[in-house]
């Protein structure tokens, strides 16, 4: 344990752990080989995830997991960040990690496992010379995926085809999001993704997290079960005893379609990440789906992804608007912490940029741009305990405390 009187650094990492499986724990493991002298901090999204979905699993179980995997600190990833564009999302996590004021490594898996196949890409496109080969591509019809893509590989030639895949995709952000906090000096460390791809179906000893919740979902408790770390395995078996998981966004979509179909066009244009046009094609969808799969199925096009759209449906759901999201990330709320994260908190009371909130209620105390964010917060977890086998009661947010997995004898964090 080190001096709590010494200088303490650490290695970030921005996750989701939905839920926590093996390619996660060998990550946290490489981590901890190539940094055995730092604390590891992980910056998690919430009740809501990137891919526009409610967690499966509630976010302090989540965060125990990563605890008992390998992290010493977790954070939370707040809302408007976490159900964002992979730019907006790397963004938020990076300045999370960075505005702890012990964070000088930022570690993440890729399909590569090779910066220098991504740092060519992350750079390109920052570049000016990106746009007019951009613009070139959609207009010809491309999706905006392909037309990226094309115009990397006419940069930067090989290293452009890394995003095809997408922790590689995600990686670039994460580079890019350095760049862009003007935090170059922070070193990068990236390992190959272990097990089975993203959204990979493939049944083999590290199923991905796609398919994990897909077996929640279906409850194949059993496969679940065995495809877990020992860990994860006893936390996610206590959450199914609780009626606490799987939280199922499908559960919602009369309430979901019900609302689409009754906003108006200027409510419809106040979403975030639109596009001309994609407003009123998901308002045509909703008018025409009876469920929230035929509704994503007829508002996707090969320019604007599922994911696009489930992300725009949930901010549509949740109320919030493009003009609620803030500039940078307004507090560092923590979820989780052992003995070791403990003193990086402690390091963090004189060296982080922002607020550090073990408790709800500290937020009452900051300025607007954190109420902002935090209501939204709430929010989204009134709907998401809606989403759950057993529906919860609103005002959770409010009660929610860090999981604290210190030692007996270890004093509080003060």
Not at 76 to 102: I, K, M, N, Y
Not at 188 to 209: I, K, N, V, Y
Not at 277 to 288: C, S
Request: charged share 30%; with cysteine; aromatic share 6%.
């Amino acid at each position: 344990m080190p001096d709590r009187n010494s200088p303490l650094s650490a290695a970030g990492v921005v996750c989701e752990f939905d839920p926590f499986h093996r390619g996660h724990r060998w990550l946290l493991e490489q981590v901890r080989a190539a940094c055995p002298e730092k604390g590891i901090v992980c910056v998690m999204s919430g009740g809501f995830t990137q891919r526009g979905t409610a967690a499966a699993l509630d976010r302090s179980a989540r965060a125990e997991m990563a605890l008992r995997g390998g992290a010493d600190l977790v954070l939370e990833l707040p809302l408007l960040w976490a159900v964002s564009s992979a730019e907006t999302f790397a963004r938020g996590g990076v300045q999370c990690l960075l505005d702890t004021g012990v964070v000088d490594t930022v570690a993440f898996g890729s399909e590569d496992g090779d910066l220098s196949r991504l740092a060519p890409a992350a750079q390109a496109l920052d570049s000016d010379a990106l746009r007019p080969l951009l613009r070139a591509g959609l207009e010809e019809g491309l999706s905006y995926p392909a037309a990226r893509q094309r115009a990397l590989e006419a940069l930067v030639g090989e290293s452009g085809r890394c995003l095809e895949t997408p922790n590689n995709s995600l990686g670039v952000e994460y580079l890019r999001a350095l760049r862009h906090w003007g935090r170059e000096d922070v070193t990068a460390l990236t390992f190959p993704r272990q097990g089975a791809g993203h959204d990979s179906r493939r049944e083999e000893d590290w199923p991905s997290g796609s398919l994990l919740r897909r077996w929640m979902s279906g409850g194949d408790w059993a496969r679940l079960e065995a495809a877990l770390p020992p860990t994860s395995r006893e936390i996610v078996m206590r959450e199914r005893e609780a009626g606490r998981c799987p939280a199922q966004l499908e559960r919602c979509e009369r309430g979901i379609l019900a609302r689409l179909r009754t906003m108006t066009e200027e409510e419809l244009s106040a979403l975030p990440d639109r596009a001309p046009g994609l407003e009123r094609r998901i308002a045509r969808a909703a008018g025409e789906a009876t469920d929230l799969a035929q509704l994503y199925g007829r508002a996707k096009t090969r320019r604007y992804p599922e994911a696009r759209i489930r992300r725009m449906v949930l901010w549509a759901f949740l109320g919030l608007t493009a003009d609620r999201l803030p500039e940078r990330v307004p507090y560092l709320r923590v979820l989780g912490f052992n003995d070791r994260g403990r003193t990086l908190l402690r390091e963090m009371k004189g060296r982080a940029k922002l607020p550090v909130l073990l408790r709800s209620g500290q937020i009452r105390r900051l300025g607007q741009d954190a109420r902002t964010a935090f209501q939204a917060e709430c929010r989204g977890e009134d709907v998401r305990q809606l989403c759950l086998p057993r529906p919860g009661p609103g005002g959770l947010e409010w009660l929610r405390r860090p999981v604290c997995l210190t030692s007996p004898d270890s004093d509080g964090w003060d």
